[in-house]
C-alpha cells in the first residue's frame, strides 16, 4: 500500500543506514527520481497556492472578535493603523519565504530552510513541537470554532451543548484527515471552493459598509484617534494580535515540491494572496465601525453576527454557516501544508521512517496526515487547548524570526545560491528584528506561561539526542552497555 518517497533530501544515503546527517543537498540540481518509485506530484497551480495561503489565513477571528486589537490601541484610527501595517509586516515575512521557497526547493517550510541555514537539533527542535502540541492545539481549537457556528443556526434560541460541540468537531477534523488522505487534487479542490466562500462572506460584510458609507454612517470615525491612549505595552500587544490574524502566509512553502513552476507561482501567489487580504481584513474591520461603535464592537461576543443582525435582518443567520466553512478552509489548508513538514522531517531521518511513505495508488502521504489524528483528538476531549496555544505562541514566532535570520546569514554563507526571486535586505531584517521583538514582548508581559511554553519548547533538546543523536555513540559507551 506504501512506498517509500523517491526522492530524499540526505545526499549521501545515510538516512537509509539509520544515519540521518540533517544537511540538504545542493539546491542548484534537481535528483531525479527513480525509476519505479512514487512521488508525490507537482498538482500545486497557481490557483490552488492562492487557495492554500488565502484559505488558510483567514479563519475565524475576522469575523467573531477582532477586538483584541481594538482593546490595546484604544482608538478606531489606531486599530486601523495596525490592521495595515500587521498586514504589510506579514507581506515582508511572506516576501522572505518566497525568497527562500525559490532557492530551496524542497518542502517542509519552517523545518527545511532552518535545517539548511542552522543544522538539524533546531530543526529537529522545531518539528518537535509542532508535532507534540502546536499542531494538534491549533487543529483542535480552530476545530471548535467549526463544530459551534456549524451548529449555531440549529441552537438560536438556547445555549449549544459542550458534548455536541466537541462531536461534530472530531467528525469535522476525521473527514479533514479523509479527504487529505484520498486525494492532493479532490483537497486543492475543496480549497479553492472554500476559499470563494470565504471571500464571498468578507464582501457580505464590505458591500453594506460600504453602502453606509456612502450614506454618511462616519459618526464612529470621527475623531478616529481620540480615546484611550494606547500604552506602551498594549501597542507591541495588539500588534502581536494583529500578525496572529495573518499568520498562515507560510504555509504554501511546506508543499514546495508540489507546485507547478515554484520559481513562478511561489512569488506571485504569496504577493497576490496578502494584498488580497490585508486589504480585506481592513475594509471589514472598516466595514464593522459603520455600524457598531467601538464599545459595542468590544462588548460583542461575534461582532460579524452583531454587524449582520443591523443590517440584514434574517439573512444574518447565513453568517454562522459560512463562518463554519471558514474554519473548515483552515483545517483543511493547515493539514494539507503541516503533514508535508512530518513527511520531509521523517525522510531527513528526525521522525519514524513510515511518516515519509506515500500511497501507491493515491500518491497521497497518508501516514503523515493521519498521524495527527490521536492527539487531536485526545486533546479535543481532554486537554486545556488555549493554555497551551498561550504556552507555545511564542515558539511560532520565535522560529519564524529565526527562519528569516537563516536567510540574511544564507545570503553570507552560501553567495552563489541561485536566487530566482531575491527581495532587498533591510525585509528580512526587519522582519526578523520584529518577530524577535514580539517574543521579548511575550517574555516580559507573560512570563509564567511564556515560560513554560519555553519549557515545553526546550524539551526538544534532550528528545534530539535520546532518538538522534543516540544512534551515533561511540565504541566505549556501546562496550560499557555491553553491546
Known amino acids: 500500500m506504501f512506498r517509500k518517497a523517491a526522492v530524499s533530501t540526505v545526499s549521501n544515503g545515510s538516512h537509509f543506514q539509520g544515519k540521518p546527517n540533517g544537511k540538504l543537498p545542493s539546491m542548484d540540481s534537481e535528483e531525479p527520481a527513480q525509476e519505479g518509485k512514487v512521488v508525490l506530484k507537482k498538482k500545486v497551480t497557481l490557483l490552488r497556492g492562492i487557495s492554500i495561503i488565502i484559505g488558510t489565513i483567514i479563519g475565524a477571528g475576522i469575523f467573531i472578535s477582532p477586538k483584541g486589537i481594538l482593546k490595546n490601541t484604544g482608538s478606531v484610527g489606531m486599530s486601523l493603523t495596525v490592521w495595515t501595517v500587521c498586514g504589510i509586516l506579514s507581506l515582508f515575512g511572506a516576501l522572505c519565504y518566497a525568497e527562500l521557497g525559490t532557492c530551496i526547493r524542497k518542502s517542509g517550510g519552517h523545518y527545511t530552510y532552518i535545517l539548511e541555514a542552522f543544522g538539524p537539533l533546531p530543526a529537529f527542535v522545531r518539528v518537535w513541537v509542532e508535532l507534540l502540541i502546536i499542531r494538534p492545539a491549533a487543529t483542535a481549537v480552530i476545530s471548535l470554532a467549526f463544530g459551534r457556528y456549524i451548529l449555531e443556526p440549529f441552537f438560536m434560541q438556547c445555549e449549544i451543548p459542550e458534548l455536541a460541540i466537541k462531536l461534530i468537531t472530531a467528525v469535522g477534523i476525521t473527514l ?11 483537497s486543492a479542490r475543496i480549497q479553492i471552493f472554500l476559499t470563494f466562500c470565504k471571500l464571498v462572506a468578507i464582501l457580505i460584510i464590505i458591500v453594506p459598509g460600504v453602502i453606509q458609507l456612502i450614506k454618511g454612517e462616519t459618526q464612529h470615525f470621527k475623531n478616529a484617534f481620540s480615546g484611550n491612549d494606547a500604552s506602551v505595552r498594549g501597542l507591541p500587544l495588539a500588534f502581536y494580535s494583529g500578525m496572529y490574524a495573518y499568520s498562515g502566509w507560510f504555509y504554501l512553502n511546506f508543499v514546495t515540491e508540489e507546485v507547478e513552476n515554484p520559481e513562478k507561482n511561489i512569488p506571485l501567489a504569496i504577493c497576490i494572496s496578502m494584498i488580497i487580504v490585508t486589504v480585506g481584513y481592513v475594509l471589514t474591520n472598516v466595514a464593522y465601525f459603520t455600524t457598531i461603535s467601538a464599545g459595542e464592537l468590544l462588548l460583542s461576543k461575534a461582532v460579524a453576527v452583531t454587524f449582520a443582525e443591523r443590517l440584514m435582518g434574517n439573512f444574518s443567520l447565513a453568517v454562522p454557516v459560512f463562518v463554519a466553512l471558514s474554519c473548515f478552509g483552515s483545517m483543511n489548508g493547515g493539514i494539507f501544508a503541516v503533514s ?15 511518516l515519509s511513505m506515500i500511497h501507491v495508488r493515491k500518491h497521497t502521504p497518508l501516514p503523515a496526515v493521519i498521524v495527527l489524528h490521536p492527539p487531536t483528538m485526545i486533546m479535543l476531549f481532554t486537554g486545556d487547548l488555549y493554555s497551551l496555544l498561550n504556552f507555545l505562541s511564542f515558539a511560532r514566532w520565535l522560529f519564524i524570526g529565526l527562519v528569516v535570520a537563516g536567510l540574511i546569514y544564507l545570503r553570507y554563507k552560501r553567495p552563489d545560491m541561485p536566487r530566482p526571486f531575491k527581495v532587498p535586505l533591510f ?7 520584529t518577530c524577535l521583538f514580539m517574543v521579548a514582548l511575550s517574555l516580559y508581559s507573560d512570563p509564567v506561561n511564556t515560560g513554560i511554553g519555553f519549557a515545553i519548547t526546550l524539551t526538544g533538546v534532550p528528545a534530539y539526542y535520546l532518538f538522534i543523536v543516540w544512534d551515533k555513540k561511540p565504541k566505549w559507551f556501546r562496550k560499557l552497555l555491553g553491546k
Do not use: D, Q, Y
Not at 508535508?340 to 513510515?354: K, N, Q, T
Open 176 to 186: 479533514v484527515m479523509v479527504l487529505n488522505s484520498t486525494s492532493v487534487s479532490w
Open 427 to 433: 525585509i528580512p531584517a526587519l522582519f526578523s528584528f
Open 340 to 354: 508535508r513538514m512530518f513527511f520531509v522531517a521523517s525522510r531527513e531521518g528526525h521522525l519514524p521512517e513510515i
